[in-house]
Nanobody
Framework: QVQLMESGGGLVQPGGSLRLSCVAS????????MAWYRQAPGNQREMVAT???????NYADSVKGRFTISRDNAKNTVYLQMNSLKPDDTAVYFC???????????WGQGTQVTVSS
C-alpha cells in the first residue's frame, strides 16, 4: 500500500497562486507516476497534470501555461504550482500515485481549492 498526504489548498482570489504538495509513503516503487486530479461539484474527476519517475510531464489543456507539476524523488513528493487561478479551477484536488509494474493506483484524501473574490 501507498499512503498519500496532500497539503496546500485554500481560498484564493482570481489571478492568485497556490502550491499543492503531496508526500507518498509506504510501498514506494521506483517506476511510478504521480499526478494531480480535480473534481468540481457535479463533475467527474479529471486529470490536471502527471509526472513520471523518469521526468515526463503532461497537462490538461485547461491548465497549460498556468500550472506546473514537479517532483522531488528523494522526498517522494509531488508539487503543483498553480498560477493565474480562475474560478473554474475551484475543485477538490486529489493526489494520485500509480505503480507501473504492479499496475495499481492510490489516492489522497483531497484538498479543497476555492478561487473566489
Amino acid at each position: 500500500q501507498v499512503q498519500l498526504m496532500e497539503s496546500g489548498g485554500g481560498l484564493v482570489q482570481p489571478g492568485g497562486s497556490l502550491r499543492l504538495s503531496c508526500v507518498a509513503s509506504g510501498s514506494i516503487s521506483s517506476a511510478n507516476v504521480m499526478a494531480w486530479y480535480r473534481q468540481a461539484p457535479g463533475n467527474q474527476r479529471e486529470m490536471v497534470a502527471t509526472a513520471t519517475s523518469g521526468g515526463t510531464t503532461n497537462y490538461a489543456d485547461s491548465v497549460k501555461g498556468r500550472f506546473t507539476i514537479s517532483r522531488d524523488n528523494a522526498k517522494n513528493t509531488v508539487y503543483l504550482q498553480m498560477n493565474s487561478l480562475k474560478p473554474d479551477d475551484t475543485a477538490v484536488y486529489f493526489c494520485s500515485y500509480r505503480r507501473l509494474l504492479v499496475r495499481d493506483q492510490f489516492w489522497g484524501q483531497g484538498t479543497q481549492v476555492t478561487v473566489s473574490s
